[in-house]
């Protein structure tokens, strides 16, 4: 089965800082990988997807994430951060044989300081 | 806009009071998802329906049902809830089962008291 561990629970970054959200998955064959943005109160929001070719995806809101087989990881980067990015963001991954049933990290809750 | 929505936002029960929850979808997708989120957790996938077939994820308590009448609704009912079913009720669809974008509502917040 397929795992997702996000190391950080929460991250605090200054408003213009670059932002690496870490993202580790647990799986043998090559996963389907995603990134959901949470506002509080609110669903989820894709950022971003990866499932085969070019592994630096972009996403919305100025987001992008690298695939790294080697290292089993999808870290979520941001060149610089928005205030309006303060949220919880949570890593994803699917896989083909379990249908499109996916597993969430714990999420890793973002503030941004000015 | 083609959206997903869920009612109530909020919604508040007593202990053992039953409850119903509501999703719809203007998406026209196959597959719809009822996940389970408590406050500072991971959303927890309780079930899902491909069109009419129904599949319930094998740690979903007997206390959770789901009905989808037809392809845009789809409802949650907690039949006795319990102080720790409080939490964030998401829907969610997709197009089909091919792994792929889940469309989430925004939520219904649920308080047990």
């Known amino acids: 089965a397929q795992s997702v561990t996000q190391p950080d629970i929460h991250i605090t970054v200054s408003e213009g800082a670059s932002l690496e959200l870490r993202c580790n998955y647990s799986?043998?064959?090559?996963?389907?990988l995603f990134w959901y943005v949470q506002s509080p109160g609110q669903g989820l929001q894709l950022l971003l997807k990866?499932?085969?070719?070019?592994?630096l995806v972009q996403g919305i809101k100025g987001f992008e994430a690298e695939f790294k087989r080697s290292q089993s990881s999808f870290n979520l980067r941001k060149p610089s951060v928005h205030w309006s990015d303060a949220a919880e963001y949570f890593c994803?991954?699917?896989?083909?044989?379990?249908?499109?049933?996916?597993?969430f990290g714990a999420g890793t809750i973002l503030r941004v300081k000015s | 806009d083609a959206m997903v929505i869920q009612n109530p936002r909020y919604q508040v029960t007593q202990f053992g009071k039953p409850v119903t929850l509501s999703c719809s979808q203007t998406?026209?997708?196959?597959?719809m998802y009822w996940y389970q989120q408590k406050s500072s957790q991971a959303p927890k996938l309780l079930f899902h329906?491909?069109?009419?077939?129904?599949?319930n994820e094998a740690d979903t308590p007997d206390n959770f049902q789901s009905r989808r009448p037809n392809t845009s609704f789809c409802f949650l009912d907690i039949r006795s809830p319990g102080l720790g079913d409080a939490a964030m009720y998401l829907c969610?669809?997709?197009?089909?089962?091919?792994?792929?974008?889940?469309?989430f509502g925004p939520g219904t917040r649920l308080t047990v008291l």
């Open positions: 998406l026209n997708h196959n597959v």
């Open positions: 799986y043998g064959a090559t996963p389907y």
């Open positions: 990866y499932f085969s070719g070019d592994t």
């Open positions: 969610a669809t997709s197009r089909d089962r091919r792994v792929g974008e889940q469309f």
């Open positions: 329906y491909y069109d009419k077939d129904f599949n």
């Open positions: 994803a991954v699917g896989a083909q044989e379990y249908g499109n049933k996916l597993v």
